[in-house]
């Protein structure tokens, strides 16, 4: 573990930034500053610490605030929302200042802005990892990861099947970023990737009922992906991905087609998502499945890896992926330079580790059948 190394975590007393700073104090002898704009809660929540950890001021929509944060700072952790209004602020200080920068959830235009910055952020030999999180980011992360394992156990592979859920116990800030991204989406018919091109899907596909057994049990589910996702279907040209949402209720997929639709308030929108997210709550705080079907010597397989956390853990789930991350780029562990969503970052199989040794259940099993 490299010794110097100070880590700044914007947003550091919110709910993620919490769990960010308290995983990295565990685990890392690194200085550790927290970021925001109210002073004294930094400094409340820094006393729980030792020395190491102290507290900062910074105003993320203030340029010069983030410029003079980030240039105290060889990594720079952004847990600050929403996304949607911060844009790529905190990452152009990051790049301006020569730090590594880890994020949450970029909503893809943090990714976009950077790119032409790519090759000079390489050669500067740092790395900017972009939806770093749980969804977008471990829901990425384990098809990779099930595709790699399945891939070493299987001849051939014919599909990969992702279903993902969450709790709904989201902060303001998730569901603001969440309309934003359903109006900037508009509404467009299901779909899913055959052999790295998107195809639109037959009715029957788009909705299904499936029992994962287990502590999930039951669940509707809807096909529906996010940008980051569907750069895993492009990237998998050898076999065909479908990815499912956890449908709480009808509600839900009306509130989200109304926000698509309609030129709704901000503040209604995100009210209605609360609402809806809460109709039928999952058993578990959230989950990601994954199936790879495919066949070995003539057998039919399957594999199937899956991650799922308990409830009130939402926030924990998000920070543990981000100081996980943070910790490899400083350790140079398999982190690829430049601009990247963090399954292009990161190999699947490290981080995977890395994420077991840190708390999360991952799991994995393999059938085979005549």
């Known amino acids: 573990m490299t010794d110097d190394v100070t880590v700044g975590v914007v ?3 919110g709910a993620t930034g919490r769990v960010v700073v308290s995983e990295l104090w565990k685990s890392s002898s690194w200085e550790i500053r927290i970021g925001g704009r109210d002073l004294a809660k930094a400094k409340a929540f820094a006393a729980d610490f030792d020395q190491r950890v102290t507290a900062a001021q910074v105003d993320v929509l203030d340029s010069n605030s983030l410029e003079n944060f980030c240039s105290q700072c060889s990594i720079v952790v952004n847990c600050a929302g929403p996304a949607m209004l911060l844009q790529d602020r905190v990452a152009q200080a990051a790049f301006h200042q020569h730090c590594h920068y880890v994020d949450a959830a970029g909503l893809t ?16 030999g740092l790395s ?15 098809p990779r990861y099930a595709h790699a394992q399945a891939s070493a156990r299987m001849e051939t592979i014919k599909s990969l099947t992702v279903y993902f859920g969450d709790s709904g116990e989201w902060s303001d800030n998730a569901f603001r970023d969440t309309a934003w991204f359903l109006r900037r989406a508009g509404l467009h018919g299901p779909r899913y990737f055959c052999k790295g091109e998107g195809v639109r899907a037959k009715l029957s596909q788009s909705s299904l009922k499936l029992d994962l057994g ?16 569907d750069e895993v279907g492009h990237r998998l040209k050898h076999c065909d991905v479908f990815t499912y949402s956890y449908l709480p209720s009808l509600q839900v997929a ?11 308030p901000e503040g209604f929108s995100v009210r209605l998502l609360r609402k809806g997210f809460r109709t039928v709550p999952l058993p578990v705080g959230g989950f990601i499945v994954v199936s790879v079907k495919g066949q070995s010597q003539g057998q039919n397989c399957n594999l199937t890896a899956q991650i799922i956390y308990d409830k009130q853990r939402d926030y924990w789930i998000n920070g543990v992926a981000l100081a996980t991350v943070a910790r490899m780029v400083s350790n140079h562990n398999g982190v690829q330079p430049g601009v990247h969503f963090l399954t292009d970052a990161v190999d699947p199989m490290a981080l995977m580790a890395e994420l077991r040794k840190a708390g999360v259940e991952q799991t994995e099993n393999l059938e085979t059948c005549d």
């Open 11 to 13: 947003g550091g007393y």
């Open 109 to 124: 235009f943090v990714k976009e802005h950077l790119l032409q910055h790519s090759r000079e952020i390489a050669d500067l």
């Open 128 to 142: 900017f990892v972009v939806s770093a999180g749980w969804i977008p980011g471990i829901s990425e992360l384990l």
């Open 214 to 229: 287990g502590r999930i049990g039951l669940c509707r589910f809807t096909m529906f992906s996010i940008p980051e996702l």
């Open 254 to 264: 009306l509130t989200a087609s109304l926000i698509a639709l309609l030129p709704l």
